[in-house]
């Protein structure tokens, strides 16, 4: 079984800090998503990064791909209640293209 | 071009009886992917299906779960004679045919069980 974990499993912080969600695996992905979960609603894609060492931003959301494709990162800067949420990442594994999941962040910002 | 489809949104089943969750993937998608979902928690993964096959279904409880993806229709996820742990949400995502590693996908917004 390839393991994809995620940490923290839960985080609580105040308006404006900043923070960094993990996303690590012994396994190498081909690709590795990001998702964003609010109650009641599915997950939704946020971004995709193919390249080892790829950086992408999406507004105060910077995502970063490990070198080796093995581990991957989500930085939020000046968080804010909006960003509230389950973050899931999720790695594309083996000839099957499969997805693999991580556990899930849950993210609270406190105004 | 219509999203994952996903029915009902809502299940009410007694113990014992069977449940029956259809999703519809996204419009040329063949890959069909099943999670359960406890409130409070990350997904799980349950069953991934391709037309007609099933590719991987070891997060799928042995008994009572059964899933398919017909050449024409749904995927439908049974649950034969529910029981009360069995109440959780379930979500479907769907995938495009695969041609290489860039999988993304994308899923309904679930149907969620409560078992009474």
């Known amino acids: 079984t390839q393991l994809l974990e995620q940490s923290p499993q839960f985080l609580s912080i105040q308006e404006g800090e900043n923070l960094t969600v993990y996303c690590n695996s012994s396994?190498?992905?081909?690709?590795l998503q990001w998702y964003r979960q609010e109650p009641g609603e599915g997950p939704v894609l946020l971004v995709t990064?193919?390249?080892g060492g790829e950086v992408k931003k999406l507004k105060r959301l910077t995502f970063q791909f490990g070198d080796a494709r093995k581990d991957s990162s989500l930085h939020i800067t000046a968080a804010q209640p909006g960003d509230t949420g389950l973050y899931l990442c999720?790695?594309?594994?083996?000839?099957?293209?499969?997805?693999?999941w991580g556990a899930g962040t849950k993210l609270i910002i406190k105004p | 071009n219509a999203g994952v489809m996903q029915n009902p949104r809502h299940l009410v089943r007694r113990r014992g009886q069977e449940a029956r969750l259809r999703c519809s993937p996204m419009?040329?998608?063949?890959?069909v992917y099943w999670y359960r979902q406890l409130p409070e928690e990350g997904l799980k993964f349950m069953v991934y299906?391709?037309?007609?096959?099933?590719?991987?279904e070891s997060g799928m409880p042995k008994e009572r779960f059964s899933a398919e993806f017909p050449k024409e229709g749904p995927s439908i996820l049974r649950i034969q004679q529910v029981v009360r742990g069995d109440s959780a949400a379930y979500f479907c995502?769907?995938?495009?045919?695969?041609?290489?590693?860039?999988?993304?996908?994308?899923f309904g917004q679930g149907t969620r069980l409560t078992v009474v």
């Open positions: 999720a790695g594309v594994y083996g000839s099957n293209y499969q997805l693999i």
């Open positions: 419009k040329g998608h063949s890959h």
């Open positions: 995502a769907s995938s495009p045919k695969i041609t290489g590693g860039n999988t993304e996908a994308f």
């Open positions: 299906l391709q037309k007609e096959n099933i590719i991987d």
């Open positions: 990064v193919v390249t």
């Open positions: 396994s190498v992905f081909s690709s």
